[in-house]
């Protein structure tokens, strides 16, 4: 298991870094020195809670300065082959070696259990991050979504008491546009989301 990034996904291809829909990140050369010419799987990441900061760095087309509050965290090498953890035996040698300032693997720990997850869990949640990742052991790698792969992030749910509604505007003009409701405490809110185009007629 390792703590679920608030990044941006990135993926080395040995020369530069490219996003998952394939589009160019122009980190400066500095950045990017000492990185080997094989594939690597990570994430721009500048801290917990900093996504928007990271987004309005990296998309930048000019290699700004502020690349210097960057750092890419390695999380899997796909050219490695192998069960995740060769892979991840692969990078910790290899990181070493290389000698890029702005790389580190990004750490994972075994999960013993249950209560540990939990425990986990808590522990990245109080310092703010966003939960974890779970990795099935001895997994191939694979791009894109895969089912050796899951999130776990804690939600919280209430009851509320419907107690108006919203017209709808623009495709949803005509017909519901969200719920007014009431939690127990007295707080109000609006919900605009989850509704099938049927339920809003």
Known sequence: MSEKLDGVRAYWDGKQFISRQGNLYHAPDWFVEGLPDLPLDGELWVARKAFQRTVGVVRRQDKPDTWKEVRFLVFDAPAAGGPFEERVRFLRD????????????????????????????????????????????????????????????????????????????????????????????????????????????
């Open 94 to 201: 290899g990181l070493a070696g290389w000698k890029a300032p702005f790389a580190a693997l990004h750490p994972h720990e075994l999960c013993r259990g249950v209560d540990h997850l939990r425990e986990e869990l808590a522990r990245v949640e109080g310092f703010g991050g966003e939960g974890l990742m779970l990795r099935e052991p001895g997994s191939k790698y694979e791009a894109g979504r895969s089912g050796t792969l899951v999130k776990v992030k804690r939600f919280r749910d209430d009851e509320a008491v419907v107690v108006g509604h919203e017209p709808g505007k623009g495709r949803h003009a005509g017909r519901l546009g969200a719920l007014t409701v009431r939690l127990a405490s007295g707080k109000r809110f609006s919900v605009g989301t989850g509704f099938t185009d049927r339920e809003r007629q």
